[in-house]
């Protein structure tokens, strides 16, 4: 990867390192040094903002209940297919992106959604450019997140599937984490597929994930400026074409007209004309333990704030949920073992857990490399995805991102249906070379820590009805 130029750059000057505080930019005029973090003056709206006379299509708030259990879902078992219809639909958009909780904090009303996110900056959007969708005109619509209904922003599409767009606004994360937050899209974006493809595969609609995709052509289809936000990812339901050729711009919607331009840059640099293969499909776990429902696991899923050290897990919860969060994910994984049941402590590669690459209670060295948060020294055991510079270039480093955001977002959800807790978790770049015992020309891309709650949140509530939720702190640092 190219350290001069765009993402290999952004990379570079937003990587932490011990002698300078996370919120404090980097002695480059590459990177904006103008930016109050989390200042409330400038906070951004939690959604993309429409005018009022676009034509609006109110989900059905009762969701349809495939009853899949979630390791089933994560194992990779097809499913029955189900009719793809208006409340199908909306059951995929809200179990990724669905406002499931609230909180007020500091007079401010913070909504929590389906799947996680990096500082719970929900820096995503979907978009759906249906097909055939019985109860929705073919069309390109924005999902809003808060009424749970379709906003109808473009014309349809030519193509066969019915295709969600993701995409990403820099702004919305970078008030927090400037520049870096352009890495947190694709990690978001990565949870957000997760749930949003075992939400797809349980109702049988085939998700058929795709990165490789012409960028310009897709801003246009959803109205994604290319500055203020970007597309990232396309999921279609089922093997057709994907609906992501405009027969016209869409609506393109308000967002702040705030630019971070490295982030601009990075993304432009990995642009393409090209549309390419659907991601293939990984091969099935046959072992699959029993879970609850695949719904009730997002509605109880969310980062767990306190885990407890003195607690340790069973080997099975180490295994299972790794094999089945790395399924077709061909990014390294490092585990680093602090308290699972025959294993010892200490450093592993998957999925080798036999041989350590070093043996040792590592709580206190891995709490430092994760900016002395709590949880990474308390958990169980902590996931770190890494890969070699030497292999990236500017596109296949937004996929290596986006898989260690899936594989984020898919330990959750096992973690959370075998009865673990889990949080991802963000680190000092220049530390995990010789925690990990790699060359320096390691790209780290995200830890997530699974361990043993101190306590459980309560559910998530459905469409239109979050729960209130009383904020839980992790004991120290950053979040
Ligand atoms: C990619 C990613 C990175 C995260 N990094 C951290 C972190 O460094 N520290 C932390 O306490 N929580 C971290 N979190 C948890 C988020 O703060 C949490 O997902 C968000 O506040 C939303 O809450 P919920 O997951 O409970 O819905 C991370 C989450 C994700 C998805």
């Not at 990984?282 to 879970?291: M, T």
């Not at 350590?356 to 590592?362: E, K, N």
Request: charged share 25%; aromatic share 6%.
């Amino acid at each position: 990867m190219d350290l001069q130029h765009g993402a290999g750059l952004l990379h570079r000057l937003t990587s932490y390192t011990p002698d300078r505080e996370w919120d404090v930019p980097i002695d480059d005029p590459r990177v904006r040094h103008d930016i109050v973090p989390n200042d409330p003056d400038t906070v951004p709206p939690p959604v993309k903002e429409y005018p009022g006379d676009l034509p609006r299509i109110p989900l059905p708030r009762d969701l349809p209940r495939p009853g899949v259990n979630a390791t089933v879902v994560l194992a990779g078992e097809a499913a029955a297919a189900r009719p793809l219809d208006a409340a199908e639909l909306g059951r995929v958009l809200f179990l990724g992106a669905g406002v499931v909780r609230t909180a007020t904090r500091n007079g401010r009303r913070f909504l929590f959604r389906a799947a996680g996110s990096a500082g719970g900056r929900f820096a995503s959007e979907l978009y759906a450019s249906t097909r055939a969708v019985a109860g929705v005109p073919d069309g390109v619509h924005w999902y809003d997140p808060v009424e749970h209904a379709l906003v109808r922003v473009g014309p349809p599409a030519r193509g066969e599937a019915t295709t969600i767009v993701v995409t990403g606004v820099p702004w919305r994360t970078g008030w927090r984490y400037a520049e870096r937050g352009w890495r947190h899209l694709y990690w978001d974006a990565g949870t957000l597929l997760s749930q949003l493809s075992a939400a797809a595969a349980s109702a049988g609609l085939r998700p058929r994930l795709r990165t490789l995709f012409p960028d310009r052509p897709v801003r246009e289809l959803v109205g994604a400026d290319g500055v203020h936000e970007h597309p990232l990812a396309l999921l279609a339901l089922g093997d057709g074409e994907p609906a992501v050729t405009a027969s016209a711009p869409a609506t393109q919607g308000s967002l702040p007209p705030v630019e971070l331009p490295l982030c601009t840059q990075a993304q432009v640099a990995g642009e393409s004309d090209e549309l390419g293969e659907p991601w293939p499909e990984a091969p099935v776990l046959r072992d699959v333990p029993e879970s609850p429902e695949l719904d009730a696991v997002v509605l109880r899923r969310g980062s767990q704030r306190r885990m407890d050290r003195t607690a340790t897990l069973p080997r099975r919860l180490l295994e299972w949920p790794m094999a089945a969060a790395l399924r077709g994910i061909d990014v390294p994984h490092w585990v680093v073992v602090h308290g699972v049941d025959d294993v010892t402590p200490g450093v592993y590669r998957w999925p080798d857990l036999d041989r350590p690459l070093r043996a040792g209670v590592l709580r206190d060295e891995v709490l430092r490399v994760c900016l002395d948060q709590s949880l990474a020294a308390d958990a169980a055991y902590v996931v770190i995805a890494a890969t070699s510079g030497a292999e990236l270039d500017d596109r296949s480093y937004r996929d290596a991102q986006l898989s260690a955001g899936l594989v984020e977002g898919r330990l959750h959800l096992a973690a959370y249906a075998l009865g673990a807790t889990a949080s991802g978790m963000t680190f000092l770049d220049s530390e995990v070379p010789a925690l990990l015992g790699q060359p320096d020309d390691l790209v780290t891309l995200l830890f997530t820590c699974v361990g043993v709650g101190e306590y459980a949140s309560r559910a998530g509530g459905g469409p239109g009805a979050p729960v209130e939720v009383r904020p839980v702190m992790p004991r120290l640092g950053m979040q």
